[in-house]
């Protein structure tokens, strides 16, 4: 069952689980991923937790204590939310302590409504990082134009980030500069840049299905040849940013002062078109030091049925180039699409949260009346 997992891993690629719940962490769930699926850190975002708290179980005590307290519910979300991160990271202790806290780490994520607000999203990234209280927590920032001074911020602090929601590849590079600017004043701060670490998540399989229906609004049957092949090619043309990112004076300079090097995070690796192999966007990204989170459905076909056969990556370049070039002959606009792309993941977010809060509040007010 697991050999395609070992594999993968072996081939340097870190599997964290997509998914997070109180459900997932009583009935040892998790930890039978841990123990037997190679799972070493786990992901969460608004919609995961919007799914958890509103349809799971588990949750019944904590809410009735939140109610007789009166607290609002964006003060329970955050309760509620930060036990489980919290619960999640004790379990993945082990892992962290056993990679030197490379891996063994649970994301939490920033109040998306905060997403254009430099100066709210530190302040709730260091709030969040005192919330959970654990060594192996990463604060998830999204890639906006107000987050990348916000992770140079939240670096320079000492605390580990994700950097999500991330789809161009001139915003990637981007984020590995405020990475490093940020690693730069920690520096200067007199931290040590040893316990600092960080993954840069690159949104996958969103990029296919948008510009898969442009093509197929083409109607052309030679553009159909070209679906499907969207999201890699703009993945691996990703690697190679971050190989050149880290591959520089400046870069050295860190790494010799004792930093980690951000590594690339294939994010939305679960297919959207159910005509594609499900274990498509993991059999098809390998290569060093990357992270892939999956949903557990995803990482269930991979242990089942995924294809490992070494590095499908690098030595790649010129071929993902030449399918965004001929995208763009299309007329299919690449800047269009990414823009589209972050801003729909942002409010999206943003209305998964809001749906949390409204639900939240609804529960806080029956068992409190």
């Not at 003060?75 to 036990?83: D, F, G, H, Q, Y």
């Not at 092949?229 to 870069?251: H, K, P, Q, V």
């Not at 070039?325 to 977010?349: C, H, N, Q, W």
């Amino acid at each position: 069952m697991t050999d395609a997992l070992k594999r993968l891993c072996d081939e340097g690629v870190a599997i964290w689980l997509d998914d997070l719940s109180r459900q997932r962490i009583a009935s040892g769930s998790l930890a039978a991923l841990i123990e037997k699926q190679h799972v070493v850190g786990v992901t969460t975002n608004p919609s995961i937790f919007h799914q958890a708290i509103s349809e799971g179980r588990g949750y019944e005590a904590q809410l009735s204590d939140l109610a007789a307290r009166r607290v609002t519910a964006d003060e329970a979300v955050r309760m509620i939310t930060a036990v489980d991160v919290r619960a999640a990271a004790d379990i993945l202790r082990p892992v962290f302590d056993a990679t030197h806290g490379r891996d063994g780490r649970v994301s939490i994520e920033v109040d998306p409504r905060l997403a254009h607000d430099t100066r709210a999203t530190i302040a709730e990234a260091k709030q969040l990082a005192w919330l959970v209280d654990r060594p192996n927590v990463m604060i998830k920032i999204p890639a906006t134009e107000a987050g990348l001074p916000a992770v140079t911020e939240v670096i320079a602090a000492g605390i580990s980030v994700n950097v999500t929601l991330i789809f161009s590849l001139s915003r990637y590079r981007e984020v590995m500069q405020a990475y490093q600017a940020g690693l730069e004043k920690a520096r200067q701060r007199g931290l040590d840049l040893s316990p600092i670490h960080s993954v840069a998540s690159f949104f996958v399989s969103r990029v296919d299905a948008e510009i898969d229906g442009r093509i197929d609004a083409l109607g052309m049957d030679e553009a159909a040849a070209l679906k499907g092949r969207a999201a890699l090619a703009n993945a691996r043309l990703a690697y190679r940013a971050y190989e050149e990112a880290f591959g520089t004076d400046r870069w050295a300079a860190l790494e010799g002062a004792g930093a980690n090097r951000q590594r690339p995070l294939w994010a939305s690796t679960g297919v959207k078109d159910p005509a594609y192999k499900p274990t498509l966007y993991v059999d098809e990204l390998v290569a060093p030091n990357t992270v892939n989170t999956m949903p557990e459905a995803t990482l269930r076909a991979v242990a089942e049925r995924g294809s490992v056969t070494g590095d499908t990556v690098r030595g790649t370049y010129e071929e993902a180039r030449a399918v965004l070039d001929a995208i763009g002959r299309l007329g299919i606009s690449y800047e269009e699409v990414v823009r589209l792309l972050e801003d729909e993941g942002v409010a999206k977010f943003a209305d998964a949260w809001n749906d949390l809060l409204a639900s939240t509040e609804r529960e806080l007010k029956r068992l409190a009346g």
